[in-house]
């Protein structure tokens, strides 16, 4: 079933008070934080790189029907 584009599939951390906050709470979250953002960088690279070859495979196509 195809998602809402609005709707967010990825889990929010929730936000710290000092009472709960540990240094190794932050250490956690300064890394997650970061691999999230690595993630998201190589699914954008892979998207990108099918939308390449989508393109280049409709552009030759295109290119023998004319």
């Not at 956690?28 to 393109?55: N, T």
Request: charged share 20%.
């Amino acid at each position: 079933m195809p998602l809402d584009k609005k709707q967010h599939t990825t889990l929010t951390p929730n936000p710290t008070t000092a009472e709960s906050s540990s240094p190794q709470e932050g250490v956690q979250q300064a890394f997650h934080h970061h691999l999230r953002e690595q993630i998201r960088g190589a699914v954008q690279v892979v998207m990108e790189e099918i939308m390449r070859e989508e393109l280049t495979q409709s552009s030759s196509s295109t290119m023998g029907r004319v």
